[in-house]
């Protein structure tokens, strides 16, 4: 019989270290937030300057200097306990040849990797004393843009890095971006968004690794996709932010502790396994630490801001029909100069040639920008069927030589009409 204190005993004491070593290249959040000192208690007290001081010109020689003042606040890490049973069948064991410690430590580092992500960027799972995922806080905060289905290229560009896009939103608090994190099928968007001219908008980087490993990153800075199974696609596509604001400490090493004797329940306390009955002995593994985002006063927003924003897919409605209302030209009449907008979109007239009234034996052309609005789109099928209102190009009641419908993207579909010549 294998004794708690015989299976203790294979257990080597770099074990607790070489896992500790391994959690900031397994945890994205551990690599991204900047690390403070071992706490030595349960709780590490940050000072954070809430209030600035403020200085002013004087006049003259003998003009009262100024004063001012600043303020300080406390910001707490709290240390939390992370944990995982591990069941090792004593056969197992027994066997001499089998590295146990060489499976069991990166399922270890992987368990805890997974715990600390879901629970630091989306609040699953976090003990009740560590701050709101960032991920959640920052949709909270309004730091968020709706990625709709079907925008790429030029779509998708706006969406990061133009002026409201998710970029913007962490330097309009007055804070700089140090990184982002990326869902998996962010890859392919990336890869596929193309400008007009057909060219690739996001142009990856690549490494000085002898495997000339390919790097994505927006604006130099980097991209980090998580493969641990922590990241949740549906809620964020994309995380921007300044990670040095996040702030974690390391309390407890991972310890460990064998047990031969004993039972381990599941999620309703029923019996999973019984060591004893089974023939097993349970490996626990035990860590504790915690993080928190101490926000110091920023110049431009004072306190009440939040240095991440969030890229997040949303559902659209699609916009299926469409009405054309233009007024046919007339020798001697105003063209017309706007078009009416509709459910869900809004609509632009141009005329060729531009005139400022209609002149007579001339062709004109109408062209009629469609635009969807927010959270719509255009259906992949919409066609001539589907518009409305369109002049006839044949018959007796002939007002235009050809109509011409293209869906130029999701949100954009053009209508050309050259109508009949104008009387003489």
Same mark, same amino acid.
């Given at each position: ?7 203790e005993? @294979? ?8 896992i ?25 007290k940050?000072? /954070?300057?809430?209030?600035?001081? +403020? ?6 020689d ?16 709290? =240390?939390?306990?992370? =944990?995982?049973?591990? !069941? ?24 805890? =990797? ?14 009740? *004393? ?21 925008? *790429?290229g ?12 998710? @970029? ?22 990336l ?18 690794? !002898? ?26 596509? @994309? ?14 090493d ?8 004993? +039972?381990? *329940?599941?999620s309703?306390?029923k ?11 349970a490996?626990?593994a ?6 928190? @985002? ?85 259906e ?10 369109? !002049? ?20 954009? /579909?053009?209508?050309v ?8």
């Amino acid at each position: 019989m294998i004794t708690r204190s015989n299976a203790e005993a @294979l257990i080597p004491q770099q074990v607790s270290d070489e896992i500790i070593q391994a959690l900031p290249t397994a945890s994205v959040f551990l690599s991204m937030a900047r690390q403070m000192p071992r706490m030595t208690s349960k709780q590490t007290k940050i000072p /954070v300057m809430t209030g600035l001081a +403020t200085a002013s010109f004087i006049s003259g020689d003998t003009g009262k200097k100024p004063t001012s003042n600043l303020t300080w606040d406390n910001v707490y890490i709290t =240390a939390e306990e992370l =944990a995982v049973i591990i !069941p090792i069948p004593e056969a197992v064991l027994d066997d001499s040849n089998y590295d146990i410690w060489g499976e069991a430590r990166p399922r270890i580092v992987e368990a805890f =990797a997974k715990a600390i992500d879901a629970a630091a960027f989306f609040g699953i799972g976090k003990p009740d *004393t560590w701050p709101e995922g960032i991920v959640s806080a920052a949709i909270a905060a309004g730091n968020v843009v709706s990625l709709y289905p079907g925008y *790429t290229g030029p779509d998708l560009y706006t969406k990061v890095l133009g002026e409201d896009g998710v @970029l913007a939103k962490v330097e309009e608090t007055g804070v700089g971006s140090t990184g982002f994190v990326g869902a998996q099928i962010l890859r392919a968007k990336l890869r596929g968004a193309l400008d007009n001219n057909g060219q690739p908008i996001f142009r990856a980087s690549y490494s000085n690794s !002898p495997t000339n490993r390919m790097l994505y990153d927006l604006e130099g800075q980097p991209i980090v996709f998580p493969n641990n199974g922590a990241w949740d696609p549906t809620a964020a596509l @994309l995380l921007a932010g300044n990670f040095d604001y996040a702030r974690y400490a390391i309390r407890q090493d991972i310890t460990f502790k064998i047990f031969d004797q004993g +039972t381990i *329940t599941d999620s309703e306390g029923k019996v999973a396994l019984s060591l004893m009955e089974n023939d097993c002995v349970a490996m626990r593994a035990v860590m504790r630490l915690g993080w928190a @985002l101490p926000k110091p006063v920023n110049p431009m927003s004072g306190v009440n801001y939040y240095p991440f924003s969030v890229l997040q897919p949303s559902s659209a409605s699609e916009i299926g029909a469409l009405n054309f209302n233009v007024t046919a030209p007339v020798k001697g009449a105003t063209p017309q100069a706007s078009h009416d907008s509709g459910d869900g979109y809004t609509a632009e007239i141009t005329w060729n040639p531009a005139d400022v009234a209609f002149a007579g034996s001339t062709a004109y052309t109408a062209t009629v920008v469609f635009t969807a609005a927010e959270g719509h789109i255009f259906e992949d099928s919409i066609s001539k069927a589907d518009i409305q209102g369109l !002049p006839a190009t044949s018959g007796s009641g002939k007002a235009a030589t050809s109509v011409n419908v293209t869906r130029d993207s999701n949100t954009q /579909v053009t209508v050309v009409v050259k109508y009949v010549a104008t009387g003489a």
